[in-house]
């Protein structure tokens, strides 16, 4: 987005702190309506899960459930549970939980040899040697069919870091130790194939991320698995992707393997020049680097700033916490835009969409239960307002996307947990 003069930015954000639902001085508690939302968007979740494929349905294939909206979903039920202590929420959660281990679990060798799975145009099953199955094992396919070309239960080969490995962490961790016989398996994926899996991104060997997707084909014809690290038709890492395992590795006690992903972030992928975060490192161009068109440098350098923030409370290393900051900060005055409504003045970041603002909420909602600085509440409080007026039934616009409730429904979440904070600086 283009630049917003200084001026502009000043009023604005005097604007929204006068306005807003949340004035400098806060109140003790936050108003019913983030709560009302989150109950509206949980219901519409469990409502809404396919009684077929035991998940949600893609809005663009519905017959076939994700695992990036799917695991997010698990979690963001599991947590409104918490928040408003109804256990309807969490039951509901782990039912399609359940479904995903049962359908899309990669843990059994004389399981995953009888799998479906969608081949480009054909549907066909692989077989695994003992060495490539310890390759994946212990992590979630993409996505599934209830039927596919006249086959029943067909897999999306491959296994998204984010998507197949961490969400799915991070989902069933929200259920105590119910889930721990899955959660030591899924451990095992990080210390297999290495070398292949997370990458060193720089000539000295000092710092490696993990790639963006393990993917499954059989492109020579004798029937077994081949497996690369592949995307769009090219090798990279995803630096939001890699910022969001930091506190999957923290809450399995890896909290090396979480700093090294905070190096990594700092030291691979930090812009100097624009004093903000790129988003991927492409090992085909052998750099870092953003891509314009796709609109998400604000969402991305939001949840890389969260994912420092999480290390930096954990290890009190102030370097975290100053890149965070100035991530947000820079998606504050680049990524930040505003509409006035009869309700007051509203703020989206990175384009007029739920995808992005969410992530961007969060990531503030983080930053001022770690700092304190009223600014990121302002912002935080402005988002989330945008975000809940683009409800009905849940979200005109969006096509009853679960995709996108689940997003809004993190973000009301996180304003939400603040509630407590805001409290505590009165």
Same mark, same amino acid.
């Given at each position: 987005?283009?630049?917003?003069?200084?001026?502009?930015?000043?009023?604005?954000?005097?604007?929204?702190?006068? =306005?807003?639902?949340?004035?400098?001085?806060?109140?003790?508690?936050?108003?019913?309506?983030?709560?009302?939302?989150?109950?509206?968007?949980?219901?519409?979740?469990? !409502?809404?899960?396919?009684?077929?494929?035991?998940?949600?349905?893609?809005?663009?294939?519905?017959?076939?459930?994700?695992? =990036?909206?799917?695991?997010?979903?698990?979690?963001?039920?599991?947590?409104?549970?918490?928040?408003?202590?109804?256990?309807?929420?969490?039951?509901?959660?782990?039912?399609?939980?359940?479904?995903?281990?049962?359908?899309?679990?990669?843990?059994?060798?004389?399981?995953?040899?009888?799998?479906?799975?969608?081949?480009?145009?054909? &549907?066909?099953?692989?077989?695994?040697?003992?060495?490539?199955?310890?390759? &994946? %094992?212990?992590?979630?396919?993409?996505?599934?069919?209830?039927?596919?070309?006249?086959?029943?239960?067909?897999?999306?080969? !491959?296994?998204?870091?984010?998507?197949?490995?961490?969400?799915?962490?991070?989902?069933?961790?929200?259920?105590?130790?119910?889930?721990?016989?899955?959660?030591?398996?899924?451990?095992?994926?990080?210390?297999?194939?290495?070398?292949?899996?997370?990458?060193?991104?720089?000539?000295?060997?000092?710092?490696?991320?993990?790639?963006?997707?393990?993917?499954?084909?059989?492109?020579?014809?004798?029937?077994?698995?081949? +497996?690369?690290? +592949?995307?769009?038709?090219?090798?990279?890492?995803?630096?939001?992707?890699?910022?969001?395992?930091?506190?999957?590795?923290?809450?399995?006690?890896?909290?090396?393997?979480?700093? %090294?992903?905070?190096?990594?972030?700092?030291?691979?992928?930090?812009?100097? @020049?624009?004093?903000?975060?790129?988003?991927?490192?492409?090992?085909?161009?052998?750099?870092?680097?953003?891509? !314009?068109?796709?609109?998400?440098?604000?969402?991305?350098?939001?949840?890389?700033?969260?994912?420092?923030?999480?290390?930096?409370?954990?290890?009190?290393?102030?370097?975290?916490?100053?890149?965070?900051?100035?991530?947000?900060?820079?998606?504050? @005055?680049?990524? =930040?835009?505003? @509409?006035?409504?009869?309700?007051? +003045?509203?703020?989206?970041?990175?384009?007029?969409?739920?995808?992005?603002?969410?992530?961007?909420?969060?990531?503030?909602?983080?930053?001022?239960?770690?700092?304190?600085?009223?600014?990121?509440?302002?912002?935080? +409080?402005?988002?989330?307002?945008?975000?809940?007026?683009?409800?009905?039934?849940?979200?005109?616009?969006?096509?009853?996307?679960?995709?996108?409730?689940?997003?809004?429904? %993190?973000?009301?979440?996180?304003?939400?947990?603040?509630?407590?904070?805001?409290?505590?600086?009165?």
């Amino acid at each position: 987005m283009r630049r917003k003069p200084l001026f502009v930015m000043v009023v604005v954000t005097l604007l929204v702190m006068l =306005t807003g639902p949340l004035a400098l001085s806060a109140p003790a508690s936050l108003p019913d309506k983030y709560m009302n939302a989150a109950r509206i968007m949980g219901d519409w979740l469990i !409502e809404n899960i396919d009684p077929v494929l035991g998940s949600w349905a893609s809005p663009w294939e519905p017959g076939r459930t994700d695992a =990036t909206s799917s695991f997010h979903g698990i979690r963001q039920v599991a947590i409104l549970s918490d928040i408003t202590g109804d256990p309807v929420y969490r039951d509901a959660a782990r039912r399609v939980a359940d479904s995903w281990i049962d359908k899309a679990f990669i843990s059994s060798l004389d399981e995953i040899s009888d799998w479906n799975w969608a081949l480009g145009d054909t &549907v066909g099953k692989l077989e695994w040697t003992d060495e490539d199955f310890a390759k &994946v %094992q212990g992590g979630f396919a993409s996505g599934f069919w209830a039927e596919k070309d006249g086959h029943a239960w067909v897999r999306s080969p !491959e296994t998204p870091f984010c998507a197949g490995i961490v969400k799915p962490l991070l989902a069933l961790l929200e259920f105590g130790d119910e889930y721990d016989d899955v959660i030591k398996i899924m451990s095992g994926w990080f210390n297999t194939d290495r070398v292949n899996k997370r990458r060193y991104s720089d000539d000295e060997l000092s710092f490696s991320a993990y790639m963006t997707s393990q993917s499954y084909s059989d492109d020579d014809g004798d029937g077994f698995a081949d +497996i690369d690290y +592949i995307l769009w038709g090219t090798r990279r890492q995803s630096a939001g992707m890699n910022s969001r395992s930091i506190s999957a590795f923290l809450a399995l006690g890896m909290k090396d393997e979480a700093i %090294q992903t905070a190096e990594w972030l700092i030291n691979v992928m930090w812009d100097e @020049e624009e004093g903000r975060f790129d988003a991927i490192y492409d090992f085909g161009a052998g750099t870092s680097l953003s891509l !314009e068109e796709s609109g998400d440098i604000g969402c991305v350098n939001a949840s890389i700033a969260s994912g420092l923030l999480t290390v930096y409370e954990a290890t009190g290393d102030r370097k975290y916490l100053d890149y965070a900051t100035a991530a947000l900060d820079w998606v504050i @005055e680049h990524e =930040t835009a505003f @509409e006035i409504t009869p309700c007051g +003045i509203r703020a989206y970041f990175t384009k007029p969409a739920v995808y992005g603002t969410h992530q961007v909420v969060a990531g503030l909602a983080h930053a001022y239960e770690v700092t304190g600085r009223t600014n990121y509440l302002v912002y935080a +409080i402005a988002g989330a307002d945008w975000l809940i007026d683009q409800m009905e039934d849940p979200f005109a616009g969006f096509g009853n996307n679960p995709w996108s409730v689940v997003e809004v429904l %993190q973000a009301v979440e996180a304003v939400l947990s603040l509630d407590e904070v805001i409290g505590a600086q009165e």
